[in-house]
């Protein structure tokens, strides 16, 4: 059904906005273990990604972010930073690995339900992949989470 179709696209789109002008998680962590920036040349998506692990370094105590990136940008990491907060390193891979994959996904193919339900609200940016230019501001705050969780150090990730 074609109006049921835009209906969803509509309420994708509002959670977009809503995340991207009032982005969750959005500030320096205090006490963060890692300090991660991330570039996308593509758009210019400039962000900065804190992670503060727990103390066996095996769990996201917290999970936040500064910078200036564009709407998807922006509330695809705000997104991410509500998913993984609190979650075991094991459990925030997964999730990257999940939302890679589903952004990977061509739109002529459906995507998994256990994907998208695993994902939560951050399943409405995966409309994104209708606009592939802008795929890498949806991914960027993600990559910088896995530099995060599989880095010793703080470091610099870009998308080229
Ligand atoms: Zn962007």
Redesign the pocket.
């Known amino acids: 059904m074609a109006g049921e179709n835009s209906l969803i696209e509509d309420l994708y789109q509002d959670v977009i906005l809503d995340h991207s002008r009032k982005p969750h998680h959005f500030g320096e962590l205090a006490d963060a273990d890692r300090a991660i920036d991330a570039y ?1 040349p593509l ?3 400039r962000i900065k990604l804190f992670v503060a692990l727990s103390a066996d370094g095996m769990g996201v105590e917290g999970v936040s972010f500064t910078g200036a ?2 709407a ?2 922006n509330a695809s990491a705000s997104m991410m930073t509500d998913l993984v907060w609190g979650k075991t390193k094991e459990e925030a891979l997964a999730a990257f690995e999940r939302f890679r994959r589903v952004m990977m996904t061509p739109m002529s193919e459906d995507l998994a339900e256990a994907d998208l339900e695993a994902l939560g609200e951050a399943a409405a940016i995966t409309g994104v992949r209708r606009l592939p230019m ?1 795929v ?2 949806a991914t960027l705050a993600w990559h910088a989470l896995r530099e995060a969780l599989t880095n010793d150090e703080s470091v610099t990730v870009t998308t080229e």
């Open positions: 996308n758009c210019g998506d990136g564009c998807i940008c802008r890498k501001c």
